[in-house]
């Protein structure tokens, strides 16, 4: 069966500092991998899907970058936190073509800006 | 974009009543799906559900396509069920791929 990890689970750090938050996946090759972020405990946003090692594409222009250095592992990461940066980080992945791909999450990173 | 729209925001039960949670969605779609996110945030897949009719145990969901709308029922509720529930779409638009999320019902069952 497929499992999705992510970590750390939660992270608190300065602004300015930089970011890095892992996603990997098991069980399953070639997935379309998605980064969300959910703010104030409600409504997810999509800011980077990954077709492929290598493939990034980008829904919102922010302060983060995400890369895939392999099939199954999926990073996202920040050269210096804004505050607005603070949020839930939900990683997901799916199967299919990308309009009706079925996406499963992972358990999330909870970041705290201060 | 497409808009999706989920009602109740809110809703108490006492456990072991039913419920029916209501998602409304602008425009046609090829994807949708239910969600529970529990306590701890984790999201839940619940349903994939563009057309038809499903059901897994006390849950079931029902979405009518060509009426824009989706429901989803839960049954002699339990504690555990307690959290946020998600409705999210993906338009049918050429280049449509995004999963466009509700902002959720808030559903907490006492015992």
């Known amino acids: 069966s497929q499992t999705i990890h992510q970590w750390p689970a939660t992270l608190v750090q300065p602004v300015g500092s930089p970011l890095s938050l892992e996603c990997t996946v098991e069980?399953?090759?070639?997935?379309?991998l998605y980064w969300y972020r959910q703010a104030a405990g409600r409504g997810l946003q999509l800011l980077f899907y990954?077709?492929?090692?290598?493939?990034i594409s980008s829904e919102v222009p922010q302060n983060l970058s995400a890369s895939r250095p392999q099939d199954r592992q999926f990073i996202l990461s920040s050269k210096k936190l804004l505050l607005s940066d603070s949020g839930f980080y939900l990683c997901a992945w799916g199967r299919g073509p990308l309009s009706t791909d079925t996406q499963y999450f992972g358990p999330g990173t909870r970041l705290t800006v201060l | 974009g497409i808009q999706v729209e989920q009602s109740p925001p809110d809703l108490i039960l006492q456990e072991g009543a039913n419920s029916t949670l209501r998602c409304n969605f602008s425009?046609?779609?090829?994807?949708l799906q239910w969600f529970h996110q529990n306590p701890w945030g984790q999201l839940i897949n619940l349903f994939y559900?563009?057309?038809g009719t499903k059901q897994n145990g006390r849950l079931s969901a029902t979405t009518v396509a060509t009426e824009r709308y989706s429901l989803l029922y839960i049954s002699s509720s339990q504690t555990t069920d307690s959290g946020v529930y998600f409705c999210a779409v993906v338009g049918s638009g050429a280049g449509s791929y995004q999963l466009t999320f509700g902002k959720g019902t808030k559903l907490s069952v006492i015992p």
């Open positions: 069980g399953t090759s070639n997935p379309n």
């Open positions: 425009d046609s779609v090829n994807n």
């Open positions: 559900i563009p057309s």
């Open positions: 990954s077709v492929g090692i290598g493939q």
